[in-house]
């Protein structure tokens, strides 16, 4: 009988955590959608949830590399307050500077070695800087400062997807390289998900 009983009260604690699984994955909304201009798909595009509430401070760094002569990420969406470790990966000296918002010049490294910059200043995401290598002129990226961690990076096909989003109603809006496009209202409820697409124009 005991046997029994602790079979019976196994499968009901499974059942339970399964339940409770279930409702903790049905809590965050899903946003998905495309990003596109005249000429076609637009990607390295961030498309983000302007302001959420309760944003706690960042995990930890992020990272940006410079290999094959390139800023990799091109493209590098964070929350204010991240510190970006800048990596050279490559078999030659590498620079990093930014004139925007504060500006800052963080010297020339050679390969293997890392520099970083905590994002502590922005005053009103989203903040963009460009990334530049005075040694190098033709490399070029983007670190983009946001408020909270709900952003996501366009593909190739100028899609995106953003997981993980509290149930409410959001201001929507897109950053891009070359090109803007107006916010939009975008409501998740944690069931199904929102679709939003955007077509940005110079």
């Known amino acids: ?42 990607a390295d595009a961030v498309v983000y949830i302007v302001q959420a509430p309760g944003m706690s401070a960042p ?61 502590t200043k922005c005053a009103k995401a989203p903040c963009v800087y460009v990334q530049l290598c005075r040694i190098h002129p033709e490399m070029e990226a983007y670190v983009v400062v946001l408020q909270n961690p709900f952003f ?11 997981g993980n989003v509290p149930p409410g109603t959001y201001s929507l809006a897109v950053w891009a390289e070359k090109g803007k496009a107006a916010p939009k209202p975008v409501t998740t409820d944690g069931v199904k998900p929102s679709v939003v697409d955007f077509t940005i124009a110079k």
């Open 59 to 119: 995990a930890g760094p992020a990272q940006m590399d410079q290999r094959s002569m390139k800023f990799s990420p091109h493209v590098l969406p964070i929350t204010a307050g991240t510190t970006v470790n800048f990596l050279n990966s490559d078999a030659t000296q590498h620079n990093v500077f930014s004139p925007d918002n504060e500006k800052y010049n963080l010297g020339t490294w050679p390969q293997g070695q890392t520099q970083t910059h905590a994002y």
């Open 1 to 42: 009988m005991k046997r029994y009983f602790v079979i019976i009260v196994t499968v009901l604690g499974v059942a339970a955590f399964g339940a409770s699984r279930a409702r903790t994955m049905a809590a965050g909304g899903t946003i998905d959608g495309s990003v596109k201009s005249a000429s076609g798909a637009v």
């Open 152 to 162: 996501a990076v366009t593909d190739s096909n100028g899609a995106f997807h953003i």
